[in-house]
């Protein structure tokens, strides 16, 4: 009978593996005692700190949304002054998301110089210099074509503090109608630009030239905000004969006069506030007679863009489909959004009316404030309405002021 004899392999294990072994084991529980300890610091500091405030929320058709609270965007103070020092309640002191840093601009200031700039219109003083302009207007018989050449402008103000310059501009357009609308390039740190560049505008009579009127504005380019107007000339060729040859003119450079713009078109929106939910509702509903903002006087193709802001800070944007080819479009979208009540009173939402031009830069046909910083009547009344009728939407047209 066979004698049936188990054998189990030994295993000897060198010190040097086994040195390995026990460092990597120690190593291990170092790393998972770090991460415990981090994880219960934060949980501790979290419970000592004010819970995270969601603001605002807002949707369109499920197409993403936006999400301010504190925990993304940090404590920044109202409009009142700089971080901490307005007091109050943590409301007072609401987070505002600083990726849509832009402040909200009343009217005058947007059409104006900078506020920290030089002076504005709505200033008392009225010896303010602003420089002079040079240009010239010829007429081409056979081609029946009006010739413009924008040559020079001297003695500009300065519109930055940082490099005592300016970066100017010039937009031309040819009223009543506007029709016609050109401008010339931007030229570098310099308050006596030399442009030297002529415009050529076909199939304008000769026996109409004394209807209209050169319409120049001066403009500062601002790489990180709104350019800033520095002022305007306007020359009716009333007075200019061209018929013998080219006229050489020069004109000062004169504030602008906001009173002069034309109609900018009309805006119909409603709002709706709903107290429980803390919601409010923006609906853009229609525009009608805005006006033609392509070169050639064809129709546009509008887009309303709609801005909130918290104080002067926007803290949410977004905007409506283009319309193409129509001046008067009709949007039916809406924008939902999450506010308290009590921040009803610092909130203002801005409508800008812009042109879609896949060519060129869009343009801004005009725009509307409605909230804190109304400055019209017929706007200040509307945020009263949708104010103090809770749940009803509150419709109104407005019309749309020079951006």
């Keep these: 009978m066979a004698e049936i004899t188990n054998i189990r392999p030994s295993f000897d294990v060198s010190p040097v593996v086994a040195g390995l072994i026990g460092a990597s084991v120690l190593v291990v529980c170092v790393s998972v005692t770090v991460f415990v300890w981090t994880c219960c610091h934060q949980q501790a500091e ?72 030089t002076t504005s219109p709505s200033s008392p003083e009225e010896d303010v210099m602003l420089g002079s302009l040079t240009f010239s207007v010829d007429y081409n018989f056979p081609k029946k074509a009006l010739v413009v050449t924008i040559q020079e402008a001297h003695g500009l103000p300065v519109m930055d503090d940082q490099t005592q310059g300016s970066d100017p501009y010039i937009k031309m357009t040819i009223l009543p109608d506007k029709r016609h609308r050109v401008k010339t390039r931007v030229l570098r740190k310099t308050l006596d630009p030399v442009f030297d560049e002529t415009f050529t505008f076909y199939g304008i009579p000769y026996s109409q030239l004394q209807d209209l009127v050169l319409h120049f504005l001066v403009l500062s380019f601002d790489r990180f905000s709104r350019d800033d107007v520095i002022g305007e000339v306007m020359v009716p060729l009333a007075g200019v004969d061209p018929s013998t040859g080219k006229v050489q003119l020069t004109r000062d450079i004169i504030k602008r006069n906001i009173q002069k713009c034309i109609s900018r078109g009309e805006l119909q929106v409603s709002l709706s506030y709903q107290p429980v939910a803390q919601r409010m509702t923006v609906v853009v509903l229609k525009a009608r007679h805005l006006p033609k903002m392509d070169i050639t006087g064809l129709s546009g193709n509008p887009y309303v863009k709609v801005n909130v802001y918290y104080g002067r800070k926007r803290i949410a944007k977004k905007k409506t489909h283009v319309k193409k080819c129509t001046l008067n479009p009709v949007f039916n979208e809406s924008f939902i959004y999450d506010i308290p009540t009590d921040l009803l009173p610092d909130i203002s939402i801005e409508f800008l009316v812009i042109d879609f031009d896949r060519t060129t830069k869009n343009e801004v046909v005009g725009r509307l404030i409605l909230g804190a910083h109304s400055v019209t009547a017929s706007g200040a009344e509307h945020w009263r309405e949708v104010c103090e009728s809770p749940r009803k939407p509150v419709a109104k047209w407005h019309s749309l002021s020079e951006y």
């Design 46 to 117: 979290k419970k000592h700190k004010t819970p995270p405030y969601k603001f605002i929320h807002m949707l369109k058709g499920g197409r993403g949304n936006l999400l301010v609270d504190a925990a993304e965007a940090g404590l920044l103070g109202r409009d009142k002054g700089p971080r901490g020092t307005s007091s109050g309640s943590c409301i007072d002191q609401l987070p505002i998301k600083v990726d849509y840093g832009e402040e909200l601009r009343s009217p005058v200031a947007s059409l104006t110089p900078g506020e920290s700039k």
